[in-house]
């Protein structure tokens, strides 16, 4: 158990359709992070929540749309999104500065067809 | 832009030897390099970390090398095991103090042969 636990753990949505995807950690972190891990590609930030605030923004297409309610909830809301999509989206929480790792949930693996 | 260039991109090594991997990273105001080590169907989970004003970090089989000046580094485990087959990824953070996330290498993956 890492802490940081995403849900769910698979989905499959087509590409007209809407979903969720859930984050949440119970380390008492104050920033939280997406990832997206597709095969033979680094993992690629997408957004960064520092003190709930969005901080980072990578490019990322606006089919994507991130919610911070609180330091331990982050969602990540999908929206017509497109095949090249399917991946491992990962959520991580850490705590800024310092000798701080960041913990990484198991991941939603995401299926659009 | 890559920013930080992971190699090999698989590794076989046999069982008792050491297995090697090197990372290189571009951007200077990089202050922090975690390796990340995955098995399938889990999330990375942190393995090892170095900060950039030491030049070598040891905890039980794996040690990290760090050398500033070519800006590499690289994670050495010795007596590898089959339980250390997996994928592992160098990464390194932004001077942000984790507001700038991590830049990923695009992973080693290990296979230890009994």
């Known amino acids: 158990e890492t802490g940081v636990t995403q849900t769910p753990r698979h989905l499959v949505m087509g590409m007209t359709n809407k979903k969720s995807l859930k984050c949440e950690q119970h380390?008492?972190?104050?920033?939280m992070y997406w990832y997206k891990q597709s095969a033979k590609k680094p993992l690629e930030l997408m957004f960064v929540?520092?003190?709930?605030?969005?901080?980072e923004n990578n490019s990322v297409p606006s089919r994507f749309s991130p919610e911070c309610p609180n330091s331990s909830h982050l969602f990540l809301h999908l929206h017509t999104l497109q095949p090249e999509d399917s991946a491992l989206y990962l959520c991580?929480?850490?705590?800024?500065?310092?000798?701080?790792?960041?913990?990484f949930g198991q991941g939603t693996r995401l299926t659009v067809v | 832009q890559q920013q930080v260039k992971q190699s090999p991109q698989s590794l076989i090594v046999q069982k008792g030897g050491i297995s090697i991997i090197n990372c290189a990273y571009e951007?200077?105001?990089?202050?922090?390099f975690p390796w990340y080590q995955q098995f399938p169907g889990k999330g990375p989970a942190l393995l090892i970390a170095i900060r950039p004003d030491v030049s070598e970090k040891k905890e039980g089989r794996f040690t990290i090398s760090f050398n500033k000046s070519a800006k590499q580094f690289s994670l050495h485990i010795m007596d590898s095991q089959p339980g250390d087959s997996a994928t592992y990824f160098c990464?390194?953070?932004?001077?942000?103090?984790?507001?700038?996330?991590?830049?990923f290498g695009k992973g080693t993956h290990l296979i230890i042969q009994p």
């Open positions: 951007n200077t105001a990089f202050d922090y």
């Open positions: 929540y520092s003190l709930e605030e969005r901080v």
């Open positions: 990464a390194a953070r932004g001077g942000g103090g984790g507001a700038d996330g991590l830049t």
């Open positions: 380390l008492g972190h104050n920033a």
């Open positions: 991580a929480s850490s705590q800024l500065g310092g000798n701080t790792e960041a913990f």
